[in-house]
């Protein structure tokens, strides 16, 4: 039995929603069937597999598109090891079903002043308190930016009091 034939009745099987069997299927079709549809079930091996994965992202295919094709793929061979068609799952990939994110820069100390200059007065501090790890959004969301007075000194006694230290210099 080929896996096209073994993974289109796997799939056939299966009690997906609308919506998930358009994605599952169409992740199946483009990004797995059209490399092993014609392989012999029983013939996958663990660097075949890490080699797919490899060459969809080599060829631009997304990570985040890769991660979701992956467990496909891996419970299709789940399937079959239950099924007694394999003795052993190929798909052993670390961290396969996971997409890879790039990392995102940060700016520093002095880029932050920079942008805070290049803007209107009103919103520096916004910018200042962004930039603190500590400081996250919700404070911004919450309105407790406003306690900071026009010529930039904090009047308040809650988390925004972190800046009263850049605000100064």
Known sequence: MTFGEYAESWFKDRDYAATTRERKGSALNLHILSTFRAEPLGDFTTPQVRRWRTTLIDQGVGGATVAKAYPILRAIMNTAVDDGLVQRNPCRIKGGATAPNAERPFLSGAEVFGLADALPARYRVMILVASLPRC?????????????????????????????????T
């Not at 919700?138 to 308040?156: A, F, K, W």
């Open 136 to 168: 996250a959004s919700e404070n911004l969301r919450s309105g407790r930016h406003h306690y900071v007075d026009s010529i930039m000194r904090s009047r308040v006694r809650r988390p925004i009091a972190l800046i009263v230290g850049l605000l100064s």
